[in-house]
Structures are given as C-alpha cells and as structure tokens.
C-alpha cells in the first residue's frame, strides 16, 4: 500500500486501530516545540538559584607532559574565590569512565591531552573563576605526544599512552577460505574527526542536600549511567547523589560522557554551596568526545558478473587519550565492516587505540559511518571495473532476510534492500541549474562562477547501523505509569528517566499511553533517577526500549483496569472501558482509585563477538537507508553545490511522520558535514579550530532539497514492529554525496571531509560542463 502523508511517499502497512489523533502513527505536537520555536525553552546553560557559586576548570595547554607539581596559592587569595580543588581533593575513586575507568577526575601525575582537566574552581563570579584558573601554576614536563594512530595499532616501538598498552580492542571478523578472484579492487580511505557541535553547550547546577548527598541539573543522554560514575567519585552512595534532567541543547553521542558533571558536584559539596558552570564554545571542542578518525585500507574481490567473493578490511581507530566507549564502536566497525551485502568470505581486523590526541567516543553512527565511507567507495570503484552501474553492483550483492552475516548472525527481519536501491535510483532527477541565477550554482552570490567550469554527478550509496546495544550488553528501559482521575476525567502520568535530546522522545511516549490507555490528557515527567534506568538516548534504542518500556507498563495498568470493571475481555478507548456493545466511562470505573504499574523491557539477548573469530549473535537489530545524492561541482575552484539529495530508509513502522522526517533530514545533514566540511584539525595533538567559525557544520542553506520514501516492513521482535531511525541516515549521506562528487570531477577521493584541493586539476574534461 503506498500513502502520500506529508512531503514525502509512505509505503506498507498503515499504523491502525488508535482511538483519536495523538496516538501512535500521528504527527502528535511536542510540548516543547512552540517553547523552542520562541526561545522560551529552558536549557540547563539557563539554570539558577540564589546564592549560586560559578565553577570554572583548568585545562592542561599540553597533549602530553608530567605534572611535577601544582601550586594554587595564589588563585585561592583572589577575592571572590570559594574553593580551588585539585586531585589531591577527590574524595573518593579517582578515575571514572564508561566502558574502563581510566580517565582521571583530576590529573593526577601527567595529561594526555590537550584540554584534559587539571584543577576546579568555584567564585562568586564566572569571570573570578576564569581569572583563578589563570593564577594556578602548573609545573609541566613537556613530551612528544603520540598522534599516529597507525603506529599506536601496530608498532612495537610506539611509546605507550597508557601502561596497559595502546590497543584497546582489537577485533578481528573471519569467515571463509577464499581470498582471490577474478576482479580485485583496492583503496585506501580517510575519515577526519567530525564534532557533535550541539548548539547547546555542556552546563549543569548541582546542589548540596541537606542529607549530605547532592542533587545535580544536568544535560546528559543517561542519568543513571552518571549517576554510577559520579557517586564512587564523591564517596557517597548512589542514592544520595540524584540527577535530574535539564533542557539539552542536542547531543548525537557527545552527552554520553562525563563533562562537568563530577567536577560541579565536587565543588558544591566542598563550599555547600549551589555551583553552575557552563563550558563556552572553545571549552567545549576540548570538554566533549568527537567522532573517531579513522584510516581503512580495503580489499574487494569478485567475479566477472560483480558478484562479490571476498572482503578483506584493516580499520584503525583514533580513541585518544581515554576509552570512553571505544571497545563498542570498534565492535560495530568490526561486525559491520562488510556492509549490507552477502560476502562468503571475509577478513577484517579492526583496531582502537589509544593516543594523545583529543579523546573520542560516541557520534551518530558509531563506528558504522568510518566503514561505510570505505565500503561504499569500494563498491563503487568494483562496479566501474566490472563494467557495472552504482546501482546494479550493489543490487546483484544486497543481503535480503535470510542473509548471513560474516559475523555468523542471520537477518532474521525484512531487509528490503533491492526494493530500496531500486527505489532511490528511480527518483526523477532535479532539473538543471538556473545559471542566470547564482544561488543555484557552487559558490552562490560570491560570484565565482555563472555556469562556467561546473560539471553535474550523481552519486549512490546504502548502509546498515546496528540498533539498540549490542554483543551481551542486558539493555533495558524501565517506565511507570499512572492511571487515575483528576477533574472528573482519567489522566494519565508517564515516568521514565529517558533523556529527551531533541528526537521527540517525550511526545512519543505521551503517543503511546494516549493509545495503549485510550486517554486523551497524558503528562509525561521530568526524567530522573527516582525511577530505574531508561538507558541511554543513543544507538537509535529510546523508541525501541523506553517505547518498549511505557507499552508494557501500559499493558499492566489496562489489564487491572479490565479487571476492575469486571470487562477482563475488553479494551479502552476514547476513555471508556469497551467489551462488545458495552462502554463504561473509565472515570466511572476508577473512581478514586490510582492504578500504578512499573515495567521493564529488555531486548532479545545479544552475544559477544568471538575475540578471534568474531562470530556472534551480537546485534539486535538492523536499519538501512539508501541515498541518492545530486551535486554540482566547480572543477576549477573545487567547490561543490549539493543540488540534491534523495533517500529511502525502512522504519519497520512509522510512530511519528513529523518527527521521523525530522530525524532522516538531521541525520542526513551530519552526513554532509561529514562529506564536505566538517572536520577538527588537529596537529600535533592540538586542535586549530575550536570555534564555529573555523569548524564548519551545515546551514539552512547548505542543505538541499529532500526527496524521502518511507517503508514500513515491519520488525517481529520489535513493540510496534518498529526499527530505530535516528543514525542509518548518517551512513549513507556521506559516501552518496562523495560519489557524486567523484563522478562529477573524476578525482579518487579517498578521504572526508573533500576538500578544494581534493577536486581542482582532478577534472579530465570527459563529463559535459553545464555552461
């Protein structure tokens, strides 16, 4: 079935049976939209309280060197100075992190970073404490900073970051005997460190408690995963130290990491005074993990026909300074590092190290988006040698349900991968530029060009990112909801610590209880840590397992419901209690009793990848995107006018239109970035550009127009057969958009960010100049 519902086409089965708009399968309005469209939105950069004190942070200038002393004596004489504090003032564990503790609080006896946090402190003023941190001396032993990630991976000889050693994970995938064939295709490929670059910078008020404890305001993507790191760092246990969610001015990963989160709690609890601090934009390049650069080297073989015999693949990983969660994305790039094709025989090694460069993490896409720039660009170097379309190449190798993985996981849900290419590459193609008009052309009103120099390509590219947690990690969601009457009507009370980051999750879950509960008026609560983990906003899992979450705390609450009115065969709807002819108002049947129900939802198990094989059942579920990317390119000046970009992504089933549009058109938008300007220098260790008017991220402008088709192939193991779609949009955009490029000037472009250089001199003359 195919429905025109908004901008964009919808294709499968109709989400059906919800009572009223505002359920699941409408475009529900957010509570918070008309507040951010006004900027009347509360972030946590806005919090305050009297009598507040401002904390600031020192950061080390070095990306390596001892610390033979600190002296803070000067800086605690300042006026207007509370507290200076410096490892030695940690009362309890001095390391934390998310997946190894590694990361001190504090540096203790070296940095291994530029930026890493050496001292904190807290003034009546944010000025006062930025000009207490200038008085700190530190005596530092400067040291060459290791900063190839390559050598890090696999040179004996390369100094070590940290004692244990500098690779931290290896894992390689095998499967199959076969290594030669009739075409082979090599490349090697390049992938800059892309920032998150939310608007709204790292912030949060914590408050000491008269219990002794501490209650923090904060911006984050997990709560409780906080909360697990902060207390064994301030020696209290995890129910004295209580989070609450704050505003989030966007996250895409970079949230999932502590920032300033201890360092604020510390600083309260040592002055018992409220402590707010706030990063600027330069701090906040140097407070936050960034996407791991990435050098791939590729090895693609098939026969005559471009059917692909084999895959061999070396990933390495720039992890920084710290772990953060680099063993997962190394699993991801690992697992995924064949792409979304069937490959009988496969051969990857993917590395993360450790360096002193910026410290990496978590970005949309993890790990899945460095992958799929190589293998996408490796198919399409196989199809130009097998003498093949872009699209056929990848249609005659498209896994399908059924498919094995070189992992050993079978797809056990619809991959409607030939369908989706088929579809994307039959869009029709946007007309050509109006050259009389210069915003149409690369270069808009600068007026570099009027038609002249400027060759038109296209570009494909399809990817697959994994969702939810992977590799025996027990994911799981918890909400609570409450049923009972106020005002002579049934409302309903939902309450998960789920992080609401911009995705639309609070409205989503007001969609679900409005349909599982047949109630119009739902309030949804302040994510925090008096209810169990939600997990985190990340991995495209929030619909997934806190949708999961709220539907069977729902189902809970209905069936007492049932029970009550005697009705244990029936449902509600549009607030009555139906059973056949008969409807009860549910008002009736509550009277003045609280229905309350607290659920779990955890996800089919995963298992981790063998260390040596890597095979394993370690993914819960696959989603896909396709993309068709339209540019105009300026081969003289190398600059590059995105005309147009076209895509095709599976949802499983679409919970909300709206804001689904919203998170393929964001997704995309990163993937843009990521192709064409959007990259951290760093040299030596050091960032050169932590500004946005040296980091470049898309504008309004930047972006082009969006043909979308959506399907909905629905997920049998999934609440509402739904897939996560928030990242696979984030693959795909980037190796579309630089195919294209490459098929308008002809250059290899082997690395992303592409760059004017990149492009000029590349051009053969062979494709006809619009002019």
């Not at 704050?246 to 360092?263: I, K, P, T, W, Y």
């Not at 997990?535 to 189902?555: F, I, K």
């Not at 370690?618 to 540019?631: E, G, I, L, N």
């Not at 190398?638 to 970009?645: T, Y």
């Amino acid at each position: 079935m195919t429905q025109q519902d908004g901008p964009y086409a919808r294709e499968g089965t109709p989400v059906t049976g919800r009572s009223f708009a505002g359920g699941v399968g409408d475009s529900a309005v957010r509570p918070d939209g008309v507040l951010k469209a006004r900027g009347a939105f509360a972030y946590s950069s806005d919090l305050w309280m009297d009598g507040m004190l401002w904390g600031a942070t020192l950061r080390s200038p070095h990306p390596s060197a001892a610390i033979r002393g600190i002296d803070v004596t000067e800086a605690l004489r300042l006026p207007g100075v509370y507290a200076v504090l410096t490892h030695e003032d940690v009362p309890g564990a001095k390391h934390y992190g998310l997946e190894l503790k590694d990361q001190p609080v504090l540096a203790i006896d070296q940095v291994r970073y530029q930026g890493e946090p050496v001292a904190i402190v807290a003034a009546d003023h944010p000025e006062t404490a930025r000009r207490a941190c200038d008085l700190i001396e530190v005596d530092y032993e400067v040291r060459e900073p290791v900063t190839d990630a390559r050598a890090a991976a696999l040179d004996p000889a390369c100094p070590k970051v940290h004692e244990r050693g500098n690779v931290v994970r290896h894992q390689p995938v095998r499967t199959g005997e076969v290594f030669t064939a009739d075409v082979v295709v090599t490349g090697e490929y390049e992938v800059g460190m892309q920032d998150q670059a939310f608007l709204g910078p790292e912030s949060g008020l914590a408050v000491p408690a008269e219990d002794g404890g501490v209650d923090l305001f904060i911006a984050t993507q997990w709560l409780h995963v906080d909360q697990e790191q902060i207390a064994p760092v301030l020696g209290l246990p995890p129910e004295k130290v209580r989070l609450t969610l704050s505003g989030v001015g966007g996250a895409f990963g970079a949230r999932e990491d502590l920032s300033m989160q201890v360092h604020a709690c510390l600083l309260a609890l040592h002055t018992a005074r409220p402590v707010k601090i706030v990063y600027g934009r330069e701090e906040s390049f140097s407070g936050h993990v960034h996407r791991h650069p990435a050098t791939l080297r590729y090895e693609h073989g098939a026969d005559r026909d471009g059917r692909l015999v084999y895959v061999k693949a070396e990933i390495i990983l720039d992890g920084g300074a710290y772990c953060s969660s680099t063993p997962a994305v190394v699993g991801n790039a690992a697992s995924l590092g064949a792409g979304p094709y069937d490959v009988p025989n496969v051969m990857i090694d993917a590395y993360g190290v450790y360096t002193n460069n910026p410290p990496c993490g978590a970005m949309r896409g993890f790990g899945a988006v460095q992958a799929c720039f190589a293998y996408e660009s490796q198919m399409d170097r196989l199809a130009e040698a097998c003498g093949l379309d872009p699209v056929e190449i990848r249609v005659r190798n498209a896994l399908s349900e059924g498919s094995r993985l070189p992992t050993g996981q079978v797809v056990d849900m619809p991959a409607p991968l030939t369908a989706m290419l088929r579809r994307v590459r039959d869009f029709p193609m946007p007309p050509p530029p109006d050259t009389g008009d210069l915003r149409n052309l690369p270069g808009g009103v600068s007026n570099t060009t009027h038609g002249e120099g400027v060759v038109r390509g296209v570009g494909y590219a399809i990817g697959i990112k994994n969702i939810c947690y992977s590799e025996g990690f027990d994911d799981l969601s918890t909400a609570r909801v409450r049923l009972e009457v106020s005002g002579g009507e049934p409302v309903v009370l939902v309450h998960t610590a789920a992080a609401e980051v911009g995705q639309g999750l609070v409205t989503l879950q007001a969609q679900i209880a409005r349909t599982e509960l047949g109630v119009d008026r739902v309030t949804v609560a302040p994510a925090d840590t008096t209810v169990g983990s939600a997990g985190s906003s990340s991995a495209s899992r929030q619909s997934y397992m806190t949708g999961g979450a709220v539907r069977a705390a729902c189902e809970a609450v209905r069936e007492r419901v049932l029970r009550l009115a005697g009705m244990p065969g029936g449902t509600l709807r549009g607030g009555h209690v139906v059973a056949g002819d008969a409807a009860v108002p549910l008002a009736e049947v509550l009277g003045g009793r609280v229905v309350e129900e607290t659920r779990e939802f955890h996800h089919r198990p995963t298992a981790p990848l063998d260390p040596r094989t890597g095979q394993g059942d370690s993914h819960t579920q696959f989603a896909f995107c396709v993309h068709r990317a339209v540019v105009d390119v300026d081969v003289e000046l190398g600059l590059v006018k995105v005309v147009e970009l076209a895509a095709v992504q599976d949802v499983g089933k679409i919970l909300n239109p709206v804001a689904l549009e919203g998170q393929i058109h964001g997704g995309t938008a990163q993937g843009l970035g990521l192709a064409l300007m959007e990259e951290i220098q760093v040299r030596e260790g050091r960032i050169r550009n932590p500004s946005f008017t040296d980091y470049l991220i898309p504008t309004i402008l930047d972006m082009p127009p969006m043909r979308l088709r959506v399907l909905e192939h629905p997920d049998p193991h999934a609440p509402y057969g739904l897939r996560g779609a928030g990242e696979p949009p984030t693959l795909s955009s980037t190796p579309a958009i630089v195919a294209a490029v490459r098929d308008a000037c002809g250059a290899p472009l082997t690395r992303v960010p592409v760059r004017p250089e990149h492009i000029v001199g590349a051009y053969g003359g062979v494709r006809e100049v619009l002019a």
